[in-house]
Each structure stands twice: as C-alpha cells, then as structure tokens.
C-alpha cells in the first residue's frame, strides 16, 4: 500500500504515477472522503470544546444549586452528534483505505516508460541461443515421446491446464527443486522455509494478491485460499513484527505449489508447462534496511541468474517499463530463458524490489537502533526460479537429434543419471 500521506498532500504525485503506470484511478473520489473525514473530525473538536465548556457551567450551577438540566439535555445532544460524526469520519476512513488496497505502488525513477512487454528493456543476455542442427521440438512433444508427461490424464483427474509427472520426468521436477533449494540455502545464505500451502485472507492482503486479484485465486470452504506463490507466505513470516537493531538484511527461500486461476488470461501459452493452474516454484524474499534496497534487487536477480547458468541455460535479463510492472512492484527485472522448441524467450523468473509497500500493508518494520522509533522495512522477492518452466527449458535446450535429453551436469546427482530416453 502506498502512503496515505501521498494522496493527501501530494495526489499529483499518485497522478503521475499512475499515468506511468497505464492506471487509472479515482483521486477525486479519495479526495473527496478525505475532506469529508476531514470536516467530520474538524467538527468534533468544535463540538468537544464546546462540551468541556459547558461542563464547567454545569459543574458550576450544581455547586450553587441551581438548575442544570437544559444544559445537560444540550450537551446530552452535543454527545449525539460527536457520536454520529465520529462514525461518519470512520465510514470515510474506511473507504478511503479500502480504495487505497487497490492502488498499485509507485514506480522508481529509474524505471522506463512504457505501456506493456512491447516497451520492456533487454539489459544483458547470457549465452547463445541455442540453435539445434537438426529440427527443434517444444517441451511437450518431446515429452511425449520419452513418457515423462502425461496431460491427458492430468485433465481427467482435475481438469484442462493440470501437468501430470511421470517416471524420470517427476525425477527431474525433483531434482531441479533440490538443486535450487541446496544452491540458495548454501551459497546464497537464505534460510530454507517450508511453509503452508494455505493462506488466510489476511495474509494475501498484506502481500498485495488481495483485493485486487481475488478473482485469479483459488477459495475455499473454510474461507482460506491456495497460496498463488509462496511470495505470500515469506511476506507474513513477520506481519506485525518489529526486527530490533542488527537484525537485518534476512533471507528467506521456499518451496511450494503454487495455484492460480489465470482468469481471462491469453491461451496462446496453453500448451505444456508454461501456463498452468498449478505449478511448483521456488521462491527468494528479503528483508532489507531502505537504503539497501536497490543493491539487494541486484543480489536477488544475481541469485536467479546463477541457477540459470548452473544450468547452462541461455537467458535474458529484461527491465520491466512502469505499464508492465507487477502491483507490489516498484522496480522488476525478469530472466527470460531461451526455448529453442518454441523459437522464444519465455519468462522464468520476476524479482522486484517492493520498497514499504507490502511492509506498510503487513506492518512488518525495524529499529535502527536500540529502542528507536519502529520503520518500515523494504521487502524485495524474486522466482529462484518456476521450476516447472525450468523442466521445459532443461528438456528443450538439452534435447538430442535421436530424441534424448542429455542432462546439465549440475543435475546428474539429484537424478541419478546424465541422460533422459535411448
């Protein structure tokens, strides 16, 4: 959430903004409660000066015995109204937060402008295109061919969009979770987390998934949802929690599955790992002091591209412009690794710097010093990487003209084997 403060004394600030964004929102309307919570409270305080006046007589005219029941019955009237306008300023409040959940966070000035992906900025690319003399086939129908996937049967469990794992194909959805995970935690000094795979409400709200995409989530029965990325629960680690002095920068690293809807989302993707209802990834999250921020999205995007060229995966490293940019999101950089099977870069991984916003959501902050004043924090999180897409980059780009896959070498010890088929 962005300061309150923002649209109150500066609303062409958010105007700007927001303009950068492709965003339209309601700032007269926020204005506009704004002064009417303004009015209400103005008026409270008129009102409980005249009250604490008029105490003072009344307390005055009991002392010398003298009647007080019309002054009483004036401020038994006063006490109404204070009571009606103290509503009235809360109802405004509310609304005014309400609306403010669903303002998107600001820009940094150093993101470019632009309206979608068209606008994006290649910043480096690592590796050369892979490029098969032979011709290149997409994830899917070389798994297929070697049995490693299974959709068909996938969608009559669930249904469309569900990946189905098979043999050396769960094997190596495994082994790219346990290389990622084994990399972050003991060489990129994040803390591993296991976390729930369920999430209350709240927690989304902090993270920035509630309100403004309840429809791209999964509710259930007992009102918690499925976690859309496990984003939401290394935020809420520590929701309403103060880090004493010293305490940060801390990272966190997680597994989960992740369950997203993707209402309205385009179909031209459809097909084999990379858009799915469900999918596993590996997360990155920090808690950083503010002024650390940027040097720690730098660290973060580092982290990602290192599982990548482990991999030996060619990829590229994109600026995301201010129109494409995630909700949360005050600066992103994706990964983009190559397919040769589908001819593209494809995106694999996100990291954004988030600046306060979701620390202001989730009142998550820090001390300085010993027994100072509470801040927020800055909180960044980054794909560490998808592993499903990971799966289809590693089977594309290693794929063999007699349709084998020949493993990356950092792999052959979480599988067990250097090729896939033959």
Aim: a negative charge.
């Amino acid at each position: 959430m962005i300061d309150p403060k923002l649209i109150r004394h500066t609303p062409d600030v958010v105007a700007e903004a927001m303009r950068r964004r492709h965003k339209a929102i309601d700032l007269d309307m926020l204005t506009a409660l704004e002064e009417r919570r303004r009015a209400a409270l103005s008026k409270v305080e008129v009102l409980k000066a005249e009250r604490n006046a008029v105490s003072g007589q009344i307390a005055e005219l009991k002392k010398r015995k003298e009647d007080a029941t019309g002054h009483i019955e004036a401020m038994r009237r006063v006490g109404e109204e204070i009571k009606e306008l103290d509503e009235e300023a809360h109802i405004a409040e509310a609304e005014f937060m309400q609306i403010l959940l669903t303002i998107p966070n600001l820009p940094d000035a150093g993101v470019p402008d632009g309206a979608d992906a068209d606008d994006n900025v290649v910043v480096r690319t690592w590796g050369e295109p892979t490029q098969p003399d032979f011709p290149a086939k997409p994830h899917w129908e070389l798994a297929e061919a070697l049995g490693l996937l299974d959709f068909e049967r996938a969608t009559k469990i669930a249904q469309a969009r569900f990946s189905l794992f098979v043999g050396l194909g769960a094997r190596l959805e495994r082994a790219i979770l346990n290389y990622m995970l084994t990399l972050h935690a003991t060489q990129h000094g994040y803390t591993e987390i296991w976390p729930p795979y369920l999430v209350h409400p709240d927690s989304l709200q902090a993270s920035g998934q509630l309100p403004k995409f309840e429809e791209d989530l999964f509710r259930l029965r007992e009102g918690l949802y499925l976690s859309p990325t496990s984003e939401v629960q290394l935020t809420n680690l520590h929701r309403d929690e103060i880090f004493e002095a010293g305490a940060l920068p801390r990272y966190y690293t997680a597994f989960s599955p992740c369950f997203r809807a993707e209402a309205g989302a385009a179909g031209q993707e459809s097909r084999g790992l990379i858009r799915q209802h469900q999918f596993d990834k590996v997360e990155m999250y920090k808690f950083v002091e503010p002024e650390r921020s940027m040097d720690e999205l730098e660290s973060l995007v580092a982290n990602a591209e290192a599982v990548l060229q482990g991999l030996g995966l060619p990829y590229r490293v994109v600026l995301l412009c201010a129109g494409d940019m995630g909700f949360s999101a005050l600066k992103t950089y994706d990964l983009e690794v190559w397919m040769p099977g589908m001819g593209k870069y494809v995106e694999i991984s996100s990291c954004s710097n988030c600046g306060d916003f979701q620390a202001r959501r989730g009142q998550i902050r820090y001390r300085r010093e010993a027994g100072g004043k509470p801040e927020l924090l800055h909180t960044l999180n980054g794909s560490g990487l998808a592993i499903g897409r990971t799966w289809a980059a590693v089977v594309e780009n290693y794929q063999q003209a007699d349709g084998t896959v020949a493993l990356p070498p950092a792999l052959h010890p979480f599988m067990g084997c250097a090729t896939i088929g033959g």
